[in-house]
């Protein structure tokens, strides 16, 4: 398997809702990352795991909050989110932290009403 | 702090004409740069990146760092090559941050 999958593909939700995203990749990568996107915008990053220690964190606000159960998996929880969070969420994995070629998923379109 | 600068949001060449999309970035040190393309309704892919120097697709990209610029060049457009195009920088070697440029739709006219 040399893909990232990600689900749901599509999301709505509401201000007080509770949801996760979730990412899977089966390549054996130690490093995997959450970017947020923007309509006609590009990625912007979010956090990194490495090791499945999270390494960066791009000051996000604390309604995202990200876990690396083990390291083929990545979720994004998402808690009293706002209308501007709506966009696509795209999950990546490299080799290494820091390897030079990342690998994306599909995205998960998010909708908060 | 760093960053990248795609200055054509978006470039429109007829099939079979050369393609040169530009991409400039703002870093003091010795950067590692990539071409990410989007083709419709696919995932973000890696082109090429610069250490490599290796041609992709007939797409090439020469690191300029007098010029602070990574453009991106192919002689001859195909129709296939319509995308969007982002332009990212790493800051070091091993860095973990990729930074984006606003990206390039590029259309290929028949």
């Known amino acids: 398997d040399t893909e990232v999958t990600q689900t749901p593909k599509h999301l709505v939700m509401g201000m007080t809702n509770k949801k996760s995203l979730k990412c899977e990749q089966h390549?054996?990568?130690?490093?995997m990352y959450w970017y947020k996107q923007k309509a006609k915008k590009p990625p912007e990053l979010m956090f990194v795991?490495?090791?499945?220690?999270?390494?960066i964190n791009e000051s996000v606000p604390s309604r995202f909050s990200p876990e690396c159960p083990n390291s083929s998996l990545l979720n994004l929880h998402l808690h009293a989110l706002q209308p501007e969070d709506s966009a696509l969420y795209l999950c990546a994995s490299s080799q290494d932290p820091g390897y030079n070629e990342q690998f994306f998923g599909p995205g998960t379109r998010l909708t908060v009403l | 702090a760093q960053r990248v600068t795609q200055p054509e949001k978006l470039l429109s060449v007829f099939k079979g004409a050369p393609v040169e999309l530009k991409c400039n970035y703002s870093?003091?040190?010795?950067?590692?740069l990539f071409w990410y393309v989007q083709y419709s309704r696919q995932r973000l892919q890696l082109l090429l990146r610069?250490?490599s120097r290796e041609s992709i697709k007939g797409f090439t990209a020469d690191l300029n760092k007098g010029e602070t610029s990574f453009h991106l060049k192919k002689p001859f457009a195909q129709e296939e090559d319509s995308a969007m195009y982002y332009c990212?920088?790493?800051?070091?070697?091993?860095?973990?941050?990729?930074?984006f440029g606003q990206g390039t739709r590029l259309t290929i006219n028949p």
């Open positions: 610069h250490i």
């Open positions: 390549m054996g990568h130690r490093a």
């Open positions: 990212a920088l790493k800051t070091t070697p091993g860095a973990q941050k990729l930074v």
């Open positions: 870093y003091s040190g010795s950067p590692e």
């Open positions: 795991y490495s090791y499945e220690k999270l390494s």
